[in-house]
């Protein structure tokens, strides 16, 4: 597992996981695994408890940090990749107003999966923070996590998908 680069606008990571693509991407496509993915305690719940199905589709999760104003809140997610087994990728948002309409900080949590074999996965995984407005980027310092994160978001992928395999 490696990180592949940080730079001022994204980080990657890298990892083998032993398990077929069409494995990975299932779990990855079910919200209720992303809490136990992250493993920061800042992702909470699948708030709908439906899978990801296609690109547009809005996924709500809820959401704890601490340094949050109101510390629990919720994320309305929107799925803009949607290959399977290839890729999936979302762009956190809110509807802050409490009126219904969404608004996204831009930036993008993306997988990317490339079989290596019948029964093995390399998957990179994409923070990238290229798209955040300024004013965004004013009162949130990017990325908002260790890049280390994103390694250790990947092994406990790698442990779900081990585990769903039986």
Do not use: C
Not at 23 to 31: G, M, N, R, S, Y
Not at 90 to 109: C, H, K, R, V
Request: aromatic share 10%.
């Amino acid at each position: 597992m490696t990180n592949s680069g940080v730079t001022n606008e994204n980080i990657t990571a890298n990892i083998t996981i032993a398990g077929p693509a069409e494995t990975v991407f299932d779990v990855l496509a079910d919200p209720s695994t992303h809490e136990a993915i992250d493993g920061t305690g800042w992702v909470r719940q699948s708030l709908d408890g439906t899978s990801l199905t296609e690109t547009g589709q809005i996924f709500r999760m809820a959401m704890y940090h601490e340094n949050h104003p109101v510390r629990d809140y919720e994320m309305a997610n929107k799925v803009v990749a949607f290959d399977p087994p290839r890729a999936i990728a979302w762009e956190p948002g809110q509807d802050a107003a409490n009126d219904g309409t969404l608004s996204f900080g831009g930036w993008i949590w993306r997988y990317d999966l490339v079989p290596v074999g019948p029964s093995s996965t390399d998957v990179t995984l994409t923070y990238d923070w290229s798209a955040v407005p300024p004013n965004v980027r004013e009162h949130i310092q990017f990325p908002p996590f260790d890049p280390q994160h994103l390694n250790n978001s990947l092994k406990h992928l790698a442990d779900l998908v081990v585990t769903r395999r039986g």
